[in-house]
């Protein structure tokens, strides 16, 4: 690991870029910084874009897997680098001698398509930013156009609602696979609840017929968040093949 990320996680603190200590906060943990370094080397991944730098912890990561390899390089993507997180993060991977990698400071839904167009191809993509629905989707929609076939899709946060419905929409995706989670210990009470429901339920797929099920009840009733890993902080896609959905493709979720 690279000394200056062996040092944040051993003292919980970092630097800005004028100097200042500063407590370690919203930032990945060791097993998850461990779960993307270890997919980017098994994968042979080289190309990545992340969306939400902060303190830089996933950037070290990222950087760190792809240092050394034929074209590697970074897209990292924070419109608050500056302004929220005084370069923190920037200033860690300087720090650390990564040079391959541009910061876009802008918010995803402007920057990830502006990549697009430019023909910007990836193999690997990190979400960690705005965690609504409808932010997260659009992250995954135009890091999905960018990625190429063999590639892997990380998303962060797995556990807040909107993060985890997405998550559920994606399963359909018949080019994509699940490629493995870091799980999460903090499992609420409610989605427990859940889990052991949809045990009770399991068997109406095959009383009603899986298409009748998906109508009548709740997803999560019909496939529970520990049969899909949902039970995680964070998990990973591998693009398998091309998307070739139809236009007016829909799988209930």
Same mark, same amino acid.
Not at 88 to 116: C, W
Not at 160 to 185: D, H, T, W
Not at 208 to 216: D, I, M, P, R
Not at 222 to 241: P, T
């Given at each position: 690991?690279?000394?200056? /990320?062996?040092?944040?996680?051993?003292?919980?603190?970092?630097?800005?870029?004028?100097?200042?200590?500063?407590?370690?906060?919203?930032?990945? #943990?060791?097993?998850?910084?461990?779960?993307?370094?270890?997919?980017?080397?098994? #994968?042979? +991944?080289?190309?990545?874009?992340?969306?939400?730098?902060?303190?830089?912890?996933?950037?070290?990561?990222?950087?760190?897997?792809? %240092?050394?390899?034929?074209?590697?390089? #970074?897209?990292?993507?924070?419109? *608050?680098?500056?302004?929220?997180?005084?370069?923190?993060?920037? $200033?860690? /991977?300087?720090?650390?001698?990564?040079?391959?990698?541009?910061?876009?400071?802008?918010? $995803?839904?402007?920057? +990830?398509?502006?990549?697009?167009?430019?023909? @910007?191809?990836?193999?690997?993509?990190?979400? %960690?930013? =705005? #965690?609504?629905?409808?932010?997260?989707?659009?992250? *995954?929609?135009?890091?999905?156009?960018?990625?190429?076939?063999?590639?892997?899709?990380?998303? %962060?946060?797995?556990?807040?609602?909107?993060?985890?419905? @997405?998550?559920?929409?994606?399963?359909?995706?018949?080019?994509?696979?699940?490629?493995?989670? @870091?799980?999460?210990?903090?499992?609420?009470?409610?989605?427990?609840?859940?889990?052991?429901?949809?045990?009770?339920?399991?068997?109406?797929?095959?009383?009603?017929?899986?298409?009748?099920?998906?109508?009548?009840?709740?997803?999560?009733?019909?496939?529970?968040?520990?049969? /899909?890993?949902?039970?995680?902080?964070?998990?990973?896609?591998?693009?398998?093949?091309?998307?070739?959905?139809? =236009?007016? =493709?829909?799988?209930?979720?």
């Amino acid at each position: 690991m690279n000394p200056i /990320l062996t040092e944040i996680l051993a003292t919980n603190t970092t630097r800005d870029e004028n100097g200042k200590t500063v407590q370690l906060h919203s930032s990945v #943990h060791t097993e998850e910084i461990e779960f993307i370094s270890s997919l980017i080397k098994k #994968h042979q +991944l080289s190309r990545a874009v992340e969306v939400g730098c902060a303190m830089g912890m996933s950037s070290l990561a990222i950087a760190e897997a792809i %240092d050394g390899v034929d074209g590697s390089f #970074h897209y990292i993507i924070d419109p *608050f680098q500056k302004s929220q997180w005084n370069n923190t993060g920037i $200033s860690n /991977l300087k720090r650390a001698g990564f040079v391959n990698f541009r910061l876009i400071e802008d918010y $995803s839904e402007f920057a +990830l398509p502006s990549l697009a167009k430019e023909g @910007v191809k990836v193999n690997f993509g990190f979400i %960690d930013g =705005w #965690h609504t629905f409808d932010h997260t989707l659009i992250d *995954f929609f135009y890091i999905n156009r960018m990625l190429e076939t063999g590639g892997v899709i990380v998303i %962060d946060d797995v556990h807040m609602p909107a993060v985890n419905k @997405v998550i559920r929409y994606l399963y359909n995706y018949p080019c994509y696979q699940f490629a493995g989670s @870091v799980e999460n210990e903090n499992i609420t009470s409610q989605r427990k609840l859940f889990d052991n429901a949809a045990k009770v339920f399991s068997g109406l797929k095959y009383v009603t017929g899986k298409k009748v099920a998906a109508e009548l009840y709740n997803p999560k009733l019909l496939r529970s968040d520990k049969e /899909l890993s949902l039970n995680s902080s964070m998990i990973a896609f591998k693009k398998v093949s091309v998307d070739e959905r139809d =236009w007016n =493709w829909y799988a209930n979720f």
